[in-house]
């Protein structure tokens, strides 16, 4: 999911505190990242602006693509849970974690519907 640059970019300095050098790297690092998925893979772009104007619209697009239905109540079920909520990254997991979901050196992901 990607988020318009100048409230992302706002929100990452506010949140974490970054300079702008950092703050910028870290898009360009997360569009490089989405560039070499849409070439390997088949993925889906999602923008947080959509969710946030309609949220059955983007829960019908997401469910298209996973082929799987995602209830509005769902959606809105996720969106009470603040992102930065929790302990800051890396801190709590085991240092055989991957972070993602699966055991070490797993590039998985949970999703759960």
Known sequence: ???EFESWARSNVR???N???KTVGK???ALAGYDHLRQNSDCLLL???DLMRDAAAFGRRLGAFLNAEIPVETIASAMKKD???GPPPGAGRSS???GLGGAAGENT???EF
């Open 1 to 3: 999911m990607t988020r």
């Open 15 to 17: 949140t974490f505190r």
């Open 19 to 21: 300079g702008p050098g």
């Open 27 to 29: 898009y360009l690092s």
């Open 47 to 49: 923008r947080y602006e």
């Open 83 to 85: 992102s930065q909520e």
């Open 96 to 98: 055989g974690s991957s």
């Open 109 to 111: 992901l949970a999703v």
